[in-house]
């Protein structure tokens, strides 16, 4: 039963967030010759959409970057873009938290195992000759030489 509420709480969580996410502003990205500028379409209008942004709406706003182009021609480039989502902004924050979640309890584990005087055997020791090894692994440094095989 305590899945099922897992389930259901990431599943409203990830509806929450995408309904967020439709709200964020939209821009209109117009490059001409390589120099681009940024023009917000849903400013305080709800029915502003990525149709809005097209290479005609970027020569209409009259850019100085853009007075050169010509109309139908590879020197106007528009690209619609939703900067600064709250869809993203969850995914950012849900990653640095947990990485710290993660960090934290590495950290409460290490100390736990110093507390009981455990050795952590998962960490690399240095033998007497300076070489490294598994912690409880014999000393690998007094091998005989190996005979060259037969036929070589």
Not at 53 to 70: S, V
């Amino acid at each position: 039963m305590l899945r099922i509420n897992h389930i259901l709480l990431l599943f409203l969580g990830i509806l929450a967030s995408l309904a967020a996410a439709s709200s964020a502003p939209l821009f209109c990205k117009c490059t001409c010759f390589k120099n681009s500028t940024l023009i917000q379409l849903s400013s305080g209008d709800s029915q502003a959409s990525c149709a809005q942004c097209t290479h005609a709406f970027c020569l209409a706003q009259n850019l100085p970057i853009c007075k050169d182009a010509t109309p139908g021609t590879e020197d106007v480039l528009s690209t619609c873009i939703q900067r600064d989502s709250r869809k993203d902004q969850i995914i950012v924050w849900a990653f640095l938290l947990g990485t710290a979640g993660l960090l934290a309890w590495a950290a409460a584990k290490r100390v736990e195992d110093m507390r009981r005087g455990k050795k952590n055997p998962d960490l690399p020791s240095v033998n007497s000759h300076g070489n490294r090894n598994r912690a409880g692994d014999a000393d690998t440094a007094s091998y005989a030489p190996v005979p060259p095989a037969a036929g070589r």
